[in-house]
């Protein structure tokens, strides 16, 4: 949603602002709690963060 909604000529610190408010929040809710247990859970997450850092570049 975000690369849609701002995207590709928008300064990195926008970028990066925009990652940090909207999708980490809902990425780390209450990871200490329920910790990601199977391998899909955890390649979600770092796929999605992976995937956000190249649009960053």
Do not use: C, D, W
């Not at 200490?32 to 390649?43: C, G, N």
Request: proline share 4%; hydrophobic share 40%.
């Amino acid at each position: 949603m975000i690369k849609r909604s701002i995207g590709f000529n928008v300064s990195t610190n926008v970028k990066l602002l925009l990652f940090k408010a909207l999708a980490r929040p809902i990425l780390e809710y209450s990871s200490q709690v329920l910790s990601p247990h199977s391998k899909k859970e955890i390649l979600f997450i770092e796929s999605t963060q992976r995937g956000f850092t190249r649009y960053n570049l």
